[in-house]
Nanobody, 123 residues
Framework: QVQLVESGGGLVQAGGSLRLSCVAS????????TGWFRQAPGKEREFVGA????????YSTDSAKGRFTISRDNAKNTVYLHLNSLKPEDTAVYYC????????????????WGQGTQVTVSS
């Protein structure tokens, strides 16, 4: 089992930045791929990006568009999502998730999920 806890969300003005954290506990975290997803009201959960245990990253071309970056600190069992140049349409609950290997965008293929953290961007 892997337990994930997200934090760092909040209310920010358009153009601002936030850093979300995903802290893992349980099984050996570094062997897992960690992904970030978001879900806006009335919309499906969408893939934002992911990072492997070795630090290779993949981003959704639609949502990230060069404004979001993912990093990890294996010593702290933590993965970060850096949100820059935020726009009101980035308002959503942001979730992290893990799976054993490979990066996929389908939410059904991710094994463990956190509870999410709310990001609200005001105009």
């Amino acid at each position: 089992q892997v337990q994930l806890v997200e934090s760092g969300g909040g209310l920010v003005q358009a153009g601002g930045s936030l850093r979300l954290s995903c802290v893992a506990s349980g099984r050996t975290f570094r062997w897992y791929v960690t992904g970030w997803f978001r879900q806006a009201p009335g919309k499906e959960r969408e893939f934002v990006g992911a990072i492997t245990w070795s630090g290779d990253t993949t981003y959704s071309t639609d949502s990230a568009k060069g404004r979001f970056t993912i990093s990890r600190d294996n010593a702290k069992n933590t993965v970060y999502l850096h949100l820059n140049s935020l726009k009101p349409e980035d308002t959503a609950v942001y979730y992290c998730a893990t799976r054993s290997k490979g990066v996929v965008s389908d939410t059904r293929d991710w094994e463990y999920w956190g509870q999410g953290t709310q990001v609200t961007v005001s105009s």
